[in-house]
């Protein structure tokens, strides 16, 4: 049942775009409204494990959006996962009215001002796996609303950013007497020099009650970029505190080339910590890369190949699930984004 659901789902979901598209074909230069943009990505992927012999193919996002205007000061923004583990589900459902420059406020389903989106949209991730903060500590969206506040401070970029959930995370719309609130401060724009600083209290029930907090800092030059962060998430019930940290860098240069139109170098050392002691890091992450750009754009359509390199002191449960998932990794990955 649960299945038919989803198909229905999705075949409204593409009825819907088609339907919007070919509106949006009949429309004159003059804006008209509502307006219709489409957007999607796609990963698919190969692994190989050394350690344990085992290899997969995969497709770990298949992602189809919709965004676009009711009137020039109301958005909208619709996206759908159409294959998260061979499940359906529905990421984005939110309006945004912006009632003067600069602030913006959205009601629905969206993303928490929590992560950066170049860490967990496959669309702009520089490596084929996520960050151990950005993949083990929370989930990346919910139900709620959230506040934006653009400005300046003299010559500077700055915004604030706050919002209020229901503290599940996706598609559960429950009643509650405690919700979930984020907050992060941003300085700087993405090309050149940025910083945030950010907060997450999350009580999602008796057994689970997180607050996390973090900082970034990021500088991207013409052609390549360096990023790195840390996070740290208090368990206020269970007194499993965790801690993570990454730096992460790339660069490219365009080819000459009928397929490919530049090479991406990248490399990355992640590390999480469960606070058993005061000995370093649980698990250390070193992950080398190279990427060959299907579009002269850098976070465009690519071929990738990753390979991983895990270095143990003490296992967490959570990231050994399973043999492969935390051993070394050769990930050869095609990355669309349209």
């Known amino acids: 049942m649960k299945h038919i659901f989803s198909v229905r789902l999705l075949i409204l979901f593409v ?28 990963k698919t992927k190969f692994e190989y494990a050394p350690e344990t012999g085992n290899s997969r193919f995969s497709v770990r996002n298949s992602r189809l959006g919709l965004s676009g ?4 000061m109301a958005d909208y923004r619709a996206q759908v996962e159409l294959n998260k583990e061979g499940k359906f ?36 991730m520089m490596f084929a796996n996520r960050t151990f903060l950005g993949k083990y500590y929370v989930g990346t969206r919910d139900i709620g609303l959230l506040v934006k506040y653009n400005f300046h401070l003299a010559t500077v970029p700055a915004g604030i950013e ?3 959930y229901n503290g599940n995370t996706i598609n559960n719309p429950v009643w509650t007497d405690k919700f979930s609130y984020a907050a992060r ?24 009650h997180y607050f996390l907090y973090g900082a970034d800092f990021r500088y991207e030059g013409n052609n390549w970029k360096v990023e790195t962060e840390a996070m740290k998430r208090d368990d206020k019930v269970a007194n499993k505190d965790l801690f993570s940290a990454y730096v992460q860098g790339a660069y490219w240069a365009p080819i000459k080339g009928s397929l490919f139109k530049n090479i991406i170098p990248a490399a990355r050392w992640d590390a999480i910590d469960q606070d058993k002691d005061d000995s370093g890091f649980d698990v250390n992450r070193l992950t080398l890369g190279l990427g060959f750009g299907l579009t002269p754009n850098a976070n465009g359509s690519l071929l990738r190949i990753n390979y991983e390199w895990y270095f143990i002191k003490n ?9 492969e998932m935390d051993a070394d990794k050769l990930t050869i990955e095609l ?4």
Do not use: W
């Open 15 to 42: 009825l819907f775009i088609t339907s919007a598209s070919a509106l949006l074909s009949q429309q004159s230069d003059a804006v008209r409204y509502p307006t219709f943009k489409f957007d999607g990505n796609l």
């Open 69 to 72: 205007k009711i009137t020039p």
């Open 89 to 124: 589900e529905v990421l984005d459902l939110c309006g945004t009215l912006t009632p003067y420059e600069g602030l913006s406020v959205t009601l629905g389903q969206t993303s928490i001002p929590l992560f950066n989106p170049y860490i967990i949209n496959p669309g702009t």
């Open 162 to 164: 706050f919002g209020v």
């Open 185 to 208: 401060l941003s300085f700087g724009s993405m090309k050149g020099f940025r910083t945030t600083f950010k907060l997450y209290d999350y009580p999602n029930s008796d057994e689970i």
């Open 315 to 323: 296992q967490l449960d959570f990231m050994h699930q399973f043999e």
């Open 335 to 338: 990355v669309y984004v349209f």
